[in-house]
T-cell receptor
Framework: KQEVTQIPAALSVPEGENLVLNCSFTDSAIYNLQWFRQDPGKGLTSLLLIQSSQREQTSGRLNASLDKSSGRSTLYIAASQPGDSATYLCAVVDSSYKLIFGSGTRLLVRP | KAGVTQTPRYLIKTRGQQVTLSCSPISGHRSVSWYQQTPGQGLQFLFEYFSETQRNKGNFPGRFSGRQFSNSRSEMNVSTLELGDSALYLC????????????FGSGTRLTVV
């Protein structure tokens, strides 16, 4: 059974810091991995999609990497801003094509 | 390009009642998935519909059901509501089997009193 773990559960950093969010999964047989952002009470906004044949994806200040063999992904946020404060969720698409989510990392960027 | 539309945004229901939630996927997307989000359990998969057929189902009781119409719009029904059904219900659409990622709607916040 696929399990996804995100570390840390919460993070508080001053504005301007570069930070790394970690995601690990137990079964390397995934189709792709997607990072989402969720603001309180809102839906999920897709940040980056890494397909199983890819190693990383970049969008603006965000960079996500994927190492299937070790069951790990990281989301790197450069030069963090208060507007980046949200919960970040990692999800893998398993062998039956459903998303399995981690419990998320709550990020607070202090001005 | 319109996103995923979920209606209604908020619902308050009484225990024992039933409720129907609606999801309109992105135009051209044929797969619609439903997820329940609660503070205690996080995001859990309910079911997925593709071309009007349920292709996958999570570990939820039979009170939770759904369907998909020929225009790919999907509805989710919960009968005999319980207090524990209070949650944010999220719908996601994808082209086929998620190989190009999933797009989520804003969700329906259901409160059972």
């Amino acid at each position: 059974k696929q399990e996804v773990t995100q570390i840390p559960a919460a993070l508080s950093v001053p504005e301007g810091e570069n930070l790394v969010l970690n995601c690990s999964f137990t079964d390397s047989a995934i189709y792709n991995l997607q990072w989402f952002r969720q603001d309180p009470g809102k839906g999920l906004t897709s940040l980056l999609l890494i397909q199983s044949s890819q190693r990383e994806q970049t969008s603006g200040r965000l960079n996500a990497s994927l190492d299937k063999s070790s069951g790990r992904s990281t989301l790197y946020i450069a030069a963090s801003q208060p507007g980046d404060s949200a919960t970040y969720l990692c999800a893998v698409v398993d062998s039956s094509y459903k998303l399995i989510f981690g419990s998320g990392t709550r990020l607070l960027v202090r001005p | 390009k319109a996103g995923v539309t979920q209606t209604p945004r908020y619902l308050i229901k009484t225990r024992g009642q039933q409720v129907t939630l609606s999801c309109s996927p992105i135009s051209g997307h044929r797969s619609v998935s439903w997820y329940q989000q609660t503070p205690g359990q996080g995001l859990q998969f309910l079911f997925e519909y593709f071309s009007e057929t349920q292709r996958n189902k999570g570990n939820f009781p039979g009170r939770f059901s759904g369907r998909q119409f020929s225009n790919s719009r999907s509805e989710m029904n919960v009968s005999t509501l319980e207090l524990g059904d209070s949650a944010l219900y999220l719908c996601a659409s994808s082209l086929e089997q998620g190989e190009y990622g999933y797009t989520f709607g804003s969700g329906t916040r259901l409160t059972v009193v």
